[in-house]
């Protein structure tokens, strides 16, 4: 990793006027893809003022959608590569879009990001505050429902909490701070529902366009009331799910299509149990798909055709 990217990507902050520290919030919020994040950072000192680095070639208004102060001005840096932006007190709050480039590698599917660990040109790396550091340091990544935190870990002690999809980190008085984060993006089903999660409940292969797909409740029956939606086309809407399988062909084009089980109602027992039948004429499968109002289940096929 190139010392340009650590002074680009980490946070490096100081004060002009004394051997001062910081409080530091840094909130990423990543984006489903797994690469794509928005930054928010709130520094507080009690100095007059406070600088951040920004690469030479770029303006404070292309690298960020937010500023505050507003009233900054860019003083030139003399034999290196960024700018300061310096505000007139000791406190600035940032919001920042962008792209994980040299911090991520992606291997096997598990995304690996690790901050810079270049030192510049006075020996500070990471995430890291001149001259004295960080009086507490709180750095948080907000990840979205289809991304699992593997693994994280950092070179300085502190307090780490992974609860739901936030992962937070606190440290006291620390500096040049390096962080190691890896995750995996889950299995992503392309179809959305209205106010609903949907989960991929299984994987069906076939070799023929047209299929046979049959439904029925499997459990008791007790006024299941069900939509079953086909890639972009509803194939049921509000139907009563009986004992008897109700059958419907389908021509596939898609080499991967996905069905999912909208439960308009949860019966008398929930959750709503529907058993689907897939056939393409000469392999079927049948699997079992539970669903209630917050949540369907679905099933992926992927079309095979035999040469």
């Known amino acids: 990793m190139q010392v340009a990217t650590l002074m680009w990507v980490a946070l490096i902050l100081g004060s002009s006027l004394s051997a001062q520290s910081f409080n530091t919030d840094f909130i990423r919020y990543l984006n489903e893809d797994g690469i794509t994040y928005k930054d928010y950072t709130k520094v507080e000192s009690l100095g007059m003022q406070s600088w951040h680095f920004i690469k030479k070639d770029r303006m404070p208004e292309d690298e960020y959608s937010f500023i505050s102060p507003s009233d900054f001005k860019i003083v030139p840096i003399i034999e290196e590569d960024y700018n300061h932006i310096l505000f007139n007190q000791g406190s600035f709050s940032l919001i920042k879009e962008d792209t994980l480039r040299e911090e991520l590698i992606i291997k096997d599917g598990l995304y690996i990001y690790q901050n810079g660990v270049e030192p510049d040109n006075d020996g500070n790396y990471g995430n890291s505050a001149k001259p004295k550091g960080f009086r507490t340091f709180n750095y948080v990544w907000v990840f979205p429902k289809n991304i699992k935190v593997e693994s994280y870990e950092s070179n300085r002690d502190g307090e780490w909490r992974l609860e739901n999809n ?57 006024n299941d009331v069900i939509s079953i939606k086909l890639n972009d086309e509803w194939i049921v809407k509000y139907m009563e799910a009986k004992k008897e399988p109700i059958k419907f062909k389908y021509f596939l084009t898609n080499p991967e299509n996905y069905i999912i089980l909208r439960a308009d109602n949860i019966g008398d027992i929930p959750p709503n149990t529907t058993a689907v039948n897939i056939d393409d004429g000469k392999n079927s499968k049948t699997i079992v798909l539970n669903s209630d109002l917050g949540m369907s289940e679905a099933i992926r096929i992927n079309l095979n055709k035999e040469e």
């Open 166 to 222: 936030t992962l937070s980190y606190i440290g006291y008085d620390v500096n040049n701070i390096l962080f190691k984060i890896t995750y995996r993006l889950a299995e992503a089903v392309p179809l959305h529902m209205s106010n609903r999660d949907v989960v991929l409940k299984d994987t069906v292969d076939v070799t023929n366009t047209a299929i046979t797909i049959s439904l029925w409740d499997d459990g008791q029956v007790d």
